[in-house]
């Protein structure tokens, strides 16, 4: 019988990033199930907070579905308040989804939370550790948006 061979560094350092994402998620309100969003709702709701309204078309390619699809995702949120749609000024014929004020105040609150809950889980490390963790995440972050370019 062959010995199972080790695992590479990614391999380690991926299950390990998804074990604190999990601890994070874990250890924070659970907002999403609060609201009954799904993971889709609730990033589409971080999509426009970051991005501002944006034509229903745009909304479907962003997040990888059809535009039929993304209607009956926004229509479930705008129930709730958290979205609406709207007609461009510019050109009516264009529809929008936009966040409301709750939106705005739900997805202001559950990323408070979520960076308490991280600066909590983080708090473990000493200085030279975070200052360690800072300077590889940044490397993380500089060569993906190297390559998305």
């Known amino acids: 019988m062959a010995e199972p061979t080790p695992d590479s560094p990614l391999d380690a350092a991926t299950r390990r990033a998804v074990a604190v994402f999990k601890l994070q998620a874990a250890h924070g309100p659970?907002?999403?199930a609060a609201h009954e969003l799904t993971f889709g709702q609730l990033?589409?709701?971080f999509l426009l907070q970051g991005d501002g309204p944006m034509p229903m078309s745009h909304v479907a390619e962003r997040i990888?579905?059809?535009?039929?699809?993304?209607?009956g995702i926004v229509e479930r949120i705008e129930r709730q308040g958290l979205v609406e749609r709207c007609h461009r000024a510019?050109?009516?014929?264009?529809v929008e989804c936009?966040?409301?004020e709750a939106g705005e105040q739900f997805v202001g609150e559950f990323a408070g939370i979520r960076m308490q809950t991280?600066?909590?889980?983080?708090?473990s490390l000493n200085a030279e550790e975070l200052a360690?963790?800072?300077h590889l995440l940044?490397?993380?972050?500089?060569?993906?948006?190297?390559?998305?370019?």
């Open 138 to 149: 940044g490397l993380v972050l500089e060569r993906a948006d190297r390559a998305r370019d």
């Open 30 to 32: 659970n907002w999403s």
């Open 132 to 134: 360690q963790l800072d």
């Open 118 to 123: 991280t600066r909590r889980l983080l708090s």
């Open 43 to 45: 990033r589409l709701l």
């Open 98 to 100: 936009c966040l409301t």
């Open 90 to 94: 510019d050109d009516r014929r264009v």
């Open 64 to 71: 990888g579905v059809g535009v039929s699809a993304v209607t």
